[in-house]
């Protein structure tokens, strides 16, 4: 289970790194008018693709650690054990739902401005949700 941790440690900055880019490039191509190229359609499938990898990490994790999961209420009355329990895995999978919706949206529209307005849309909404698991982890 440590590697398991450690990978889904690791792969939160990859994660991070991954959406950042992958929102620069959409957001450069819608307002600088640009075709939507095979780099960006690379790039949302390396961000949909490390997202996935995330949340399979953190299902395991979740699955077989279960910090928790034995006693519910008693995580529901502890902030940190209800943020690992509860709330962290709703709000990923939230996240990778936007980032599914972002890859198969852009793939169907036509037009590269929409490509790229769908793209930037659904892929600045997952990372909201992936920036507000960081922000909570901290308070938390």
Do not use: C
Not at 111 to 134: P, Q
């Amino acid at each position: 289970m440590a590697f398991i941790l450690l990978a889904h440690a690791i792969v939160r900055w990859v994660l991070l790194a991954a959406g950042i880019i992958v929102v620069a490039k959409a957001l450069i191509g819608w307002l600088g008018k640009q075709p939507f190229t095979k780099l960006d359609d690379q790039l949302g499938l390396i961000f949909t693709i490390v997202v996935d990898i995330q949340v399979l990490l953190g299902l395991i994790l979740w699955l077989f650690a279960r910090p928790g999961l034995r006693d519910l209420a008693q995580a529901m009355s502890n902030g940190s054990l209800r943020f690992i329990v509860l709330e962290h895995p709703i709000l990923m999978l939230i996240a990778l739902t936007f980032a599914h919706m972002g890859r198969s949206r852009s793939k169907k529209a036509t037009a590269a401005a929409t490509k790229h307005r769908v793209s930037l849309t659904f892929y600045i909404l997952s990372l909201v949700f992936i920036a507000l698991i960081f922000v909570l982890a901290v308070m938390g």
